[in-house]
């Protein structure tokens, strides 16, 4: 086989044998063998003397193709694709057409090698999966995107319907490289990182990858707000030993009950990780203490898998004999398992010690779902008693969407994110049909996704025997029958009440439909008019009425005048000075398509003031705000984010919004540091939780505008009981200062808490 001009024997499967061009050292190949093996231990699944044959090819092949390529690290660029093929084969259990896939995937992107190539060496399946998984470039589109991440996340997912293993080895490739971000530049692991917490993450979570999505997403955490991360790391080491002691002392009696009823189980203690606990920390506003489940007991059963759910609910019961559950917090996975595959039940338990201590109780085939996802739910799904298949319902939702939706990749992206990330919940036919819809949905996003039809003619449904409107928000376990009337017509206005992109996508259809029954009788009513104007009834003229009245089509406007919402006293001002109306019409043809190419920022530095700041001068010259969703302070981390004829926007890396932009426009990211002078101040707001006793607010008042001298913005106090919650906006000049108020605040006697958040009250 010739690949260039160098002649490569593959005929033997010996590493020791391996055919390596002279630009490794001799030390390199050393290692790159030493990989391979590693790889050949990590392939677990099914593997024929064939199949062995093509990964080794596959491998000589990729190290000559990247032989020149060295990552940022220094070292040669085959350890990538090496590292996403052990990845693929070890941690989510694929096989041939995969692993050769991971050790293929940046040969197209990077190389002069084609798709076309591949499948004629490696066969039309591998192929396949290397095209999916080969970024696009703004040269496919001539620069005329919004968005070129958001275009390679529609590719990926339109991809991903057609063949599985194109997400889960880019799921691979993208683990390897967070492992592996520290040598890249700050921006370059803001844009990464984004991507990965945004669209990545999530998708690992949704395809039951749970162990890769929280590696994701603490490694995420870690450059994002790396302050965060090693702060939290410290927490846990401080309460790792008194934890881990409570929880075997909570196992030792249940332990020997288990044993007791023939029940074998493996008893573990999980901690979770930064980010997890981050996540918990900013959403309920708790410190590391306060969070009762930073560690878990996980209760693993070995059984047949005929009597899963009894022995579970036989563990369950267990549990109960020696310690209280929680029933608000019980959550039954097994009755109804995630779209993912996941079962399990949660349950909550006080402790001796008066703790509550979470517990997650499964099987050893649950767990193995639970943590490698996709590819474990696949071997088990046609065993008897496995979980419904969902995972092929989810796929079927998302071919739906690629093939329904005409909207920009942005838009796209968000819609797939919506209907497929979102948590869900399971609602019920009136015969009994369970159907998982997103979180949030309405009665008229059912109505929609049983039929057309249904959900143009709703007027109400049936929601537990209970008569409830179109707008109503579905919960878990919801019997829902749909009230349609044929004299109901699809409005506007019903978007208002709609959360998923498949409903979105037929209501519009249905407007679309119904408008354009009313066109014969709009276009005569609309001639007549024309014909009195002594204006022809042309194409072009027709155009320009729509664009003065501000109309999408011509099917808007025959139906606004089928209906009289425009007469003949709308219509005649358009054509009254025929000259103006040309002019008018290019004017309008010609807006937003002309405006000044975006250019390469210069600003190394931030230096001014904006909105959320104050100074003696208010001016605004100097081509950047401070955003109000997260109001940065000088101290605090900041990342830049320019569009073009906007002032550059500051935000906190670990700004929700930020972190959504970055993940769509990372190019857009430009450097940035603080420069400001001592003359400016800057917003941040508290939070303060204390004793509601009398003088409190006084002491409070004092400190912050007596003791500190500060200029508060806003002051909101509300009391329930006997606590009392406080959120304070006002100016400080940089975060040194704000971590000296936050002290302050901590020492005094009546506060118990005290969080900084990103919001003001008026936001």
Not at 80 to 109: C, F, Q, R, Y
Not at 374 to 397: C, H, P, R
Not at 399 to 421: M, R, Y
Not at 632 to 638: A, C, H, S
């Amino acid at each position: 086989m010739i690949f260039g001009k160098k002649h490569i024997n593959f005929a033997s499967s010996n590493t020791g044998n391996m055919n390596y061009p002279d630009t490794y050292s001799k030390e390199e190949m050393l290692e790159m063998d030493k990989q391979y093996e590693l790889l050949l231990e990590a392939w677990t699944s099914e593997k024929k003397e064939a199949d062995i044959e093509l990964v080794k090819k596959a491998y000589e092949f990729a190290a000559l193709a990247h032989k020149d390529a060295r990552r940022k690290s220094g070292e040669p660029y085959i350890f990538h694709p090496i590292a996403v093929a052990i990845i693929v084969a070890k941690e989510i259990g694929m096989g041939a057409t995969s692993i050769t896939s991971a050790l293929l995937h940046d040969v197209v992107e990077d190389t002069d090698y084609t798709v076309e190539y591949i499948s004629q060496e490696f066969g039309p399946k591998v192929a396949r999966v290397v095209k999916g998984l080969t970024k696009l470039s703004s040269i496919d589109f001539q620069n005329s995107i919004e968005s070129i991440q958001a275009e390679n996340y529609r590719k990926i997912v339109n991809t991903m319907s057609e063949d599985i293993r194109v997400i889960l080895v880019k799921l691979a490739d993208r683990l390897h490289n967070m492992r592996t971000l520290e040598s890249m530049a700050h921006h370059k692991q803001l844009k990464i990182a984004s991507e990965t917490v945004s669209f990545y993450a999530p998708l690992a979570f949704r395809l039951g990858l749970f162990a890769i999505k929280s590696e994701l997403e603490n490694l995420c955490l870690k450059y994002i707000n790396p302050q965060v991360y090693e702060s939290i790391s410290l927490q846990i080491n401080e309460i790792r030993d008194k934890k881990i002691k409570e929880l075997e002392e909570f196992i030792i009696p249940i332990k020997e009950e288990l044993s007791k009823e023939g029940i074998k189980a493996e008893l573990k203690i999980i901690e979770r990780r930064q980010s997890s606990l981050w996540e918990r920390m900013r959403k309920f506003g708790l410190s590391i203490d306060e969070i009762y489940d930073a560690y878990v007991l996980r209760i693993i059963i070995d059984c047949p898998i005929e009597i899963e759910k009894i022995q579970c609910w036989q563990t369950f019961g267990v549990m109960t004999m020696f310690y209280r559950p929680n029933n608000s917090r019980l959550r039954d996975w097994l009755s109804f398992p995630k779209t993912n595959g996941y079962e399990s039940i949660h349950a909550v338990f006080m402790s001796k010690q008066g703790n509550w201590i979470e517990t997650q109780i499964r099987t050893q085939r649950m767990d193995i779902i639970a943590e490698r996802g996709v590819m474990a739910y696949l071997k088990y799904k046609n065993d008897v008693n496995a979980a419904e298949n969902t995972l092929k319902s989810w796929l079927d939702n998302v071919i739906d969407l690629t093939n329904s939706s005409d909207s920009s990749a942005v838009e796209f992206i968000n819609s797939f994110k919506l209907d497929l990330f979102s948590d869900e919940i399971c609602v019920f036919t009136p015969k009994g049909e369970m159907k998982r819809m997103p979180k949030g949905a309405t009665v008229l996003d059912f109505a929609y996704m049983i039929h057309s039809e249904i959900g143009n003619h709703c007027i109400g449904a049936n929601v537990n025997k209970k008569l409830t409107t179109i707008d109503y928000v579905l919960n878990m376990g919801d019997q829902v029958e749909v009230i349609t009337s044929q004299y109901q017509h699809p409005h506007e206005n019903s978007f208002d009440f709609l959360v998923t992109s498949l409903a979105k996508t037929r209501l519009k259809a249905g407007i679309k439909d119904y408008k354009r029954s009313f066109k014969e009788d709009g276009k005569a009513k609309l001639q007549e008019y024309f014909d009195k104007l002594n204006v022809e009834f042309t194409k072009q003229n027709r155009n320009i009425v729509v664009e003065k009245l501000g109309l999408a089509g011509r099917i808007d406007l025959y139906y606004n005048v089928s209906i009289e919402k425009f007469t003949f006293q709308d219509i005649e001002p358009i054509f009254k000075n025929t000259q103006n109306s040309s002019n008018t019409l290019l004017k309008i043809l010609t807006f937003g398509l002309v405006g000044s190419t975006s250019s390469k920022s210069k600003s190394e530095s931030v230096s001014g003031s904006e909105s959320g700041s104050k100074s003696e001068s208010d001016s605004n010259d100097l081509g950047y705000t401070i955003s109000t969703c997260c109001n940065p302070i000088p101290g605090d981390d900041v990342v830049a984010i320019t569009f073009p004829n906007q002032p550059v926007q500051l935000h906190r890396p670990d700004c929700p919004k930020a972190i959504e932009l970055m993940s769509k426009y990372g190019k857009n990211i430009v450097k940035a540091k603080w420069q400001f002078s001592e003359d400016i101040a800057f917003m941040a707001t508290l939070k303060i939780s204390g004793v509601n006793k009398l003088g409190f607010g006084t002491e409070l008042f004092a400190v912050l505008s007596e003791g500190f001298k500060l200029d508060l913005y806003s002051i909101k106090m509300q009391s329930e009981g006997g606590m009392v919650d406080v959120t304070v906006s006002f100016y400080v000049k940089n975060l040194q200062q704000l971590e000296t108020v936050i002290d302050s605040l901590r020492k005094m006697e009546l506060v118990k808490k005290v969080m900084r958040i990103e919001r003001n009250i008026e936001s």
